[in-house]
Nanobody, 124 residues
Framework: QVQLVESGGGLVQTGGSLRLSCAAS????????MAWFRQAPGKEREFVAV????????YYADSVKGRFTISRDKAKNTVYLQMNSLKPEDTAVYYC?????????????????WGQGTQVTVSS
């Protein structure tokens, strides 16, 4: 059974940085796309970034491009989201997700597994 466990959220000031981690277990992820989504209060869950586990290709939402970096450590079965130059509008619960697809996937409905989420709050 696939498990995704996020960590690293917290409270940070505008302009600060955080690194989120997603520890994945339960199978090999060589044919998976791994992504981060976020959901702010009263809003729909939105795509943030995705990485292809095997080849390492990445894709970002325009709102985070140039500020966030997604990466993975195959040996640790962990996906990271390095978030720099944080803004109050980045405040949300951040979720890690896995899709059994070997390609860039941005739609929430195409993801098969989800973590429980970690809160990120950026104060102004």
């Amino acid at each position: 059974q696939v498990q995704l466990v996020e960590s690293g959220g917290g409270l940070v000031q505008t302009g600060g940085s955080l690194r989120l981690s997603c520890a994945a277990s339960g199978r090999t992820f060589s044919s998976y796309a791994m992504a981060w989504f976020r959901q702010a209060p009263g809003k729909e869950r939105e795509f943030v970034a995705v990485i292809i586990w095997s080849g390492g290709s990445t894709y970002y939402a325009d709102s985070v491009k140039g500020r966030f970096t997604i990466s993975r450590d195959k040996a640790k079965n962990t996906v990271y989201l390095q978030m720099n130059s944080l803004k109050p509008e980045d405040t949300a619960v951040y979720y890690c997700a896995a899709a059994r697809m070997h390609g860039i996937v941005v739609a929430t409905t195409l993801y098969d597994y989800w973590g429980q989420g970690t809160q990120v709050t950026v104060s102004s």
